[in-house]
């Protein structure tokens, strides 16, 4: 998977905005941090696996919580998807 477009990131507070920008294949290899985040889909649509699981998301779709020590990865479905990882370090 190619990495995404990591398009703006911005501090708001205590609290880290992630903004990305990919196309059909790209997104976030399998990784995992020591804090929890959470991950919205604003544009386009992408999954999210997680230890086993897969959610699809688009701008419908809730905000995902990804845990602090579990391995996740986001891979964009479509060309011009946006999605946010918000977290707090």
């Not at 998301?57 to 995902?64: N, V």
Request: some cysteine; proline content about 2%.
């Amino acid at each position: 998977m190619e990495r995404a477009n990591l398009a703006h990131s911005f501090i708001y507070g205590k609290t880290t905005f992630s903004v990305y920008h990919a196309n059909k294949g790209e997104g976030l290899p399998r990784h995992e941090h020591t804090f929890k985040h959470a991950t919205v889909c604003n544009a386009g649509s992408c999954v999210i696996r997680k230890e086993g699981r897969e959610k699809l998301m688009d701008k419908h779709t809730q905000p995902i919580d990804l845990a602090a020590n579990e391995w996740h990865e986001i891979e964009a479905l479509e060309d011009d998807t946006v999605f946010v990882n918000i977290f707090v370090t």
